[in-house]
Each structure stands twice: as C-alpha cells, then as structure tokens.
C-alpha cells in the first residue's frame, strides 16, 4: 500500500486523470454502444491510457475506430498495432479508399481527404450502430473546440450544432438519445497540450516516434515543412533538404507540417512546449488554416 | 528554464476552477484577454490573428476581447452565446475559466459555469457602480454555493483612480453581500484595459493595499472548500474482468464524492441498508490506503452483498438518508415553461429515475432575492423552490453540505434536453 497522504490534496494531473476516468465508466454504463475514435496522435493515445486505467483489470469494454485515410503515417500505424494487441481491443478501420470503392462517398479529386474522413466516420458509426464516441479534443486546441461540452450531441446526420447544445452542469452528464442520433465524448477536454506531454512523460507511454526529433527529408509549402512522399507531389519550386525535425501533431502525411527541433526525449518535449510561440495546430496544420472558422465548420458537418 | 523545475512544478501544481460574469460592456473579455496574456497562454498567432482583425477593424489598440470570441455567429453579431472555457497556468498552479456572458437570457449558462467553480469573478464599471446584473450575478454564484467571490471593479482609469469610487462600491455590495452565502469576499480596483491590478499592482491606486487580481486567484484557498467528513462514493460501474487471471475480482468504481475512505471501514450499502467493510482500495494496478476526493477509484467489500450501479457507500453511522421527496432550489433553462403536475427524467450522482413536480413554493427575483408565492409556473431562466417526488429514492445531501451528492439535474423526456438544474434544501 502506498503511503498515507495527510493533506488530501490532488496534484491537477491527477485530478485531470480522475475526472476523465469518470467520463469514461459513465460512458460505459449509460451507452448500449460505445467506440473510441483513434487518430493515432498523441492525444487518442492518452485517451487509451485513460481508458486502460479506468477499467483494469477488465479489458476496455468497447472498440476503437479509426479513418484510414490512405494518407496516414506508417510510424503512426505502427504504434497503433503495437497498443491494439497489448490492450487485446477490438479494432475497426474505416478505410476511405473502401468508402470511394462502395459509392458510399463520391470519388471526388478535388475533395481534401480531410473533408472525405467526414462522411466516412459518419458511415461507419451509423453502419456499427455506434451511439457515443470518443475523441480526443481539448477545448485548448481551437475556439469552436472551447465551447464544446463533454458530451456533444450529434443529430441523424451527425451534425453539431453550436446554439442548440445542452447545459452541463456538474459532473452530471446527459447521454440522452432518439434512434439514429449519436454523441461524441470528448474525456480529456479540461487537458492542454502540456498537460497531455506531462502525462505521456510520467505514465511513460509510447507514442511515434515522429514527436521525436529526427532526420528527414522536407520541404517548405505554405510556410510549413512538409514530409518528401509521393503521396504528396512536389510543386514548382519547392526544393527537398534534410532538416533535423519533429512532428507536434500526426494528421494526414499531406497536410501536417514538422517543425526543426531536437528535443528527442519527453523532457526536451515539454521544455519546448512550455516557451512554444505558436499554437500546435496554428504551427503545423494545413487543415486549420483555411478560415478562421476552418474548424466550427468542420465541426457542425461531423468532424471529430 | 531547466528541465527538472518544469517537470516538478506541472506535476505539483493545483488546480483553480473559476467562472466570469459580466457583461461585454463590464470589460471582462478584455479581462480575461488580458489574464491569457500576461500569463503567456496566447500564443504568437493567437495574438497576431487578433492584432489583423482590430486593424482592419480600424480600432485605435488591439482588442483583447477578440481572443475570446469563440464561434463565428458570435463574431458575427459581437456578443457571447455559450460558456466557453479557457485554461492559462503560472507556476503554481493551473486555472480553468468559465467564461460565461452576461445578459438577461442566459442565466442558464452562468449557473453551467458557476456549478463547477471554486471561485466566482463579478466585473461591474466603475462609472456605473452595481447594477442589477452584478446583484443577479452574486446571487446565482451564491445560490450555486460558490466558495469564493471576487468584485472586480474594472475601468477605474475612467473614474481617476478615485478611492471614493471604490469604497462607495464595496459599501453597497458588502451590504447586499449579507443576504447571501459568501463565505469569502475580494473586492479589487483593477482596469483590465491597461492592467492596473490585474497582474501588476497599480501604481495609480496607492490607497489600494490588498492583493492584485492574479495574486488572489493564485493563492485564494480553495483546499479545504471540499467535505473530508462525511464519506460518500456513488457507484457508477461495477468492474468484473471475467478472465482466469482475475476470477473473482468484484470491484465497484466510482469518484468519490466526500470524506475519506479506508481499507477496513465499516460502511453500508444505500438504498439497500446492506453492511459490509472496505477489503481494499484500487487506483489502476495500485492498492491505495486512503480514497478522497474527487479520487476516482475502485472499491472492494469484504462481503458478497449486492451492490449495482446507482447505489450509495457511506459510513454506517454517518449516511445519506434515502428519500422520494425531495424540496430543492431549480434554475429552468428551457422555453416551456415548468409546471405542476409535470413529469421529466431526473439524474442525481450516477442514479437515474423520474420525477413528478408536486408544487412549486416561490419564484426567486434573483434581482430583490423577493419570493413570489403567487406562482403558477417558472420560466426559462428563473430560478424557484420546487417539490418533486421521484420513482426511485434518492440518496441526497443538502446542496450546502455537498454540491456533488447535493444536485440534480431535469431531463425533458421526449426532447431528452436538459431542461433544469436542482440543488438540494435541508
């Protein structure tokens, strides 16, 4: 046993854990079908972590989903095979590359695979008869995400809608539902950026290795640096060097910037968050950038 | 800044959850902008997103209050909507604001907001001095039980710095502040405009000796506003493995809503009035010697007695009383008006059931703390003492003594909205 405590005082990581571990058995016992949306990012991978402790020693009592994008890091994939078999959970891959084959959403060229990532979880989620799921949004991240509730409620078609959302009081949460409507539960809300590396730093988790910095060979588009692969075809002008970098979020290989850096361990991490300038998304996501509203709309038509 | 102090200081730091009020007009998205950015929690293209907008704006400074504006509608039509929160920390401790607007219709978001706060933040103008908003502000913080409370009084630069400004302000609201539940009072001269106050200490305002904004919300006392006593853990999920490893393991999970729990405590089992003793305490893979609040944790009887989600573990001697009657203060947040006779859907800690109101006592004027007994109904936003009698006891505490196993909350069951907000008399 450990040791007596004499002040009662929680540390607010360990308060951040607690009340996300609530959210979680809450989810478990008021939803018939629950599902945790997996991005492979270090954010979803500390939702895992969280989900592991608030069950054990039973097995998470639900699957994870994810969007394979086709656009995907394979360090990325790597990672989530290697906690998929060690938590022994249940895996669904929604594949838009399936999604296009199936008619179920149009073979548009034009269209970002960001875009097309919507209508395939809405897919998948209706087709799994999936009523909550999981995400790993912090209401740090972005403004339409500060006003976000715990559980958000999507209508039949998936949509959020920001004027109409229900109050949240206290730790009682509404999980009410008609036929064919879902919520989307997002435990880790309260967390900011640091936080989540302070977790990953003293809960020792692994995640890809491309948070850490490494060599690799990139070019700038954007005014981002952005991976050589031929997934994503140089334009005219853009010129290929190997720069010392890391990665801050894992998105779609196409639309998510490195930036230079040598942190290489946790530690380096979080000294480099805590004087970052730049907002993670602001910095290094293609997808954020579109408008200022680029997420509320992404949002309200079903986006994680 | 070396890597040793970082890590130390996040993992140690406390936590400070607390919830504005006031309106635009008050300055308090200005506040607050100002807060994030003397903290350090705006980031470079944060800050020169929102320096573009109040330029092309053709403002003469940049306007804090920019970085606080959340969805485009709001952008659109200047005003706030929703409770939005915001996070920024200094080396002690971390801060969770709930940034709730201030106009007459959206009470319903302050009470969202004010139901988790440790501390409540009311702006007024100096040039106005208390409004009814700022009476009805202090009041829902009051009725929400709201620990601690601080009076802003922001724009002083408008009214020279002067102390009589000042002292007339806190003369009325401390007067006004004895018909309520403010166990804490600041009231703090600041201009969030140029900072006076806010973080730095006011070199306008010598007369002034107490603690700056920042400073107070940095070291305000907020451990000892839990109940340590009384022993209360809402069973929200029952954990059985059912693998070979762990056959028999029976654990009952929850978030402990008050007191402490111990290997070895003699507690019983409500509604069912069942006895047993605590064999052990989990946290993940860990036995724990102590459980406290708001711990979540997993909790083991010596006895096989039947426990489920939505039952109660207290101390023997020392437990909720189970009951189908229950005389609560409700804050409606729905159009529909509430009525007697009228049946919704109640949630209280993880028990859920249904509720009938018999009568309604009084509407509360949240502005003259008036009780209108004349009352057929409550409207959206008005706040009222209610009789309900429920399907399924429940196991309460009055709202004063615990605000988790104190609350409720009212469902519309054929919408499934949430349509009302409960804190327990007694």
């Not at chain 1, 209508?155 to 008609?178: A, C, I, T, V």
């Not at chain 2, 002034?208 to 919300?217: E, V």
């Amino acid at each position: 046993m450990t040791q007596t405590r004499t002040d009662y005082r929680l540390s607010q990581l360990d308060q951040l854990e607690a009340e996300s571990i609530h959210i979680f058995r809450e989810v478990a016992a008021e939803f018939e079908k629950p599902v945790l949306m997996f991005s492979g990012g270090k954010d979803s991978i500390v939702m895992l972590r969280l989900a592991e402790k608030a069950f054990f020693p039973a097995k998470i009592p639900f699957s994870i989903l994810q969007v394979d994008t086709g656009l995907d890091f394979p360090e990325v994939m790597e990672t989530r095979d290697r906690w998929v078999s060690r938590l022994g959970v249940n895996l669904v891959v929604a594949s838009i590359d399936d999604a296009i084959k199936n008619g179920i959403i149009p073979d548009a060229a034009k269209i970002s695979r960001n875009r097309l990532q919507i209508p395939t979880l809405l897919n998948a989620i209706e087709e799994n008869g999936f009523t909550a799921a999981f995400g790993g949004g912090r209401r740090d991240e972005e403004k339409a995400r500060a006003k976000e509730r715990v559980y958000s409620h999507r209508d039949e078609f998936g949509q959020w809608d920001p004027k109409m959302q229900r109050p949240e009081l206290w730790s009682l949460y509404n999980g009410r539902l008609h036929e064919g409507e879902h919520m989307r539960i997002f435990p880790i809300s309260n967390w900011t950026e640091l936080d989540v590396w302070d977790y990953i730093g003293r809960e020792n988790i692994e995640i890809p290795n491309i948070y850490f910095s490494h060599q690799r060979r990139v070019f700038t588009r954007d005014g981002m640096l952005m991976s050589e692969t031929p997934l994503n075809p140089l334009r005219e002008g853009e010129v290929v060097e190997e720069r010392t970098v890391r990665f801050r979020t894992c998105g779609d290989i196409t639309l998510t910037g490195c930036v230079e850096s040598t942190a290489s361990t946790i530690d380096e991490i979080i000294d480099e968050v805590a004087v970052a300038r730049k907002t993670e998304r602001g910095a290094t996501r293609g997808d954020d950038r579109f408008s200022e509203a680029a997420m509320e709309d992404r949002k309200k038509e079903g986006y994680f | 800044m070396g890597t040793d102090t970082t890590r130390d200081t996040t993992h140690r730091m406390d936590l400070l959850r607390f919830a504005t009020a006031g309106s635009v007009d008050d300055g308090k998205s200005t506040l607050i902008g100002r807060l994030l950015l003397d903290s350090k929690a705006i980031f470079e293209d944060q800050l020169e997103a929102v320096e573009a907008t109040s330029q092309s704006k053709g403002y003469d400074y940049t306007d804090l209050a920019l970085l606080t504006d959340g969805l485009r509608s709001e952008r659109e039509q200047g005003i706030t909507i929703d409770v939005a929160y915001r996070y920024f920390a200094t080396p002690n401790r971390k801060f969770i604001i709930a940034d709730t607007p201030g106009h007459v219709q959206y009470t319903r978001n302050m009470v969202t907001g004010a139901s988790t706060a440790d501390l409540g933040l009311v702006l007024v103008d100096a040039r106005q001095g208390l409004t009814e908003q700022s009476r009805r502000h202090a009041v829902i913080l009051s009725l929400l039980r709201v620990p601690h409370l601080v009076l802003a009084v922001n724009k002083m630069d408008l009214v020279d710095y002067d102390q009589k400004v000042y002292d007339e302000i806190y003369r009325e609201f401390t007067q006004f502040a004895t018909k309520l539940n403010v166990p804490d009072l600041e009231v703090i001269p600041i201009s969030a405009l140029s900072g006076d106050n806010v973080v730095n200490r006011s070199e306008n305002m010598p007369w002034y000796s107490g603690p700056t904004l920042m400073h107070h919300l940095e070291h305000v006392h907020v451990a000892s506003d839990r109940d340590l006593i009384d022993a209360r853990f809402p069973v929200q999920y029952v954990i059985r493995p059912k693998s070979d490893e762990y056959h028999d393991y029976r654990g009952y999970a929850g978030q402990v809503a008050g007191g402490v729990l111990k290997p070895g405590d003699e507690v019983v089992v409500l509604p069912s009035g069942m006895t047993s003793k605590i064999s052990k305490i989990d946290l993940f893979d860990q036995d724990i010697a102590e459980a406290f609040p708001p711990m979540s944790v997993t909790v083991h009887l010596e006895d096989d007695v039947d426990v489920s989600r939505g039952d109660m573990i207290a101390r023997v001697r020392n437990a909720p009383t189970p009951t189908q009657d229950i005389d609560a203060m409700i804050c409606w947040m729905t159009t529909a008006p509430l009525l007697p006779r009228q049946k919704l859907a109640i949630k209280h800690t993880t028990r859920t059931g249904r509720a009938l109101v018999k009568y309604i006592q009084y509407r509360l004027d949240v502005n003259t703390l008036h009780r209108d007994q004349e009352t057929k109904e409550l409207g959206v936003n008005e706040i009222g003492r209610v009789t309900l009698r429920t399907t399924v006891p429940l196991l309460v505490d009055p709202y004063s003594k615990n605000r988790t196993t104190g609350s409720f909350i009212l469902i519309d069951e054929a919408t499934g909205i949430t349509v009302g907000a409960g804190m327990i008399n007694g």
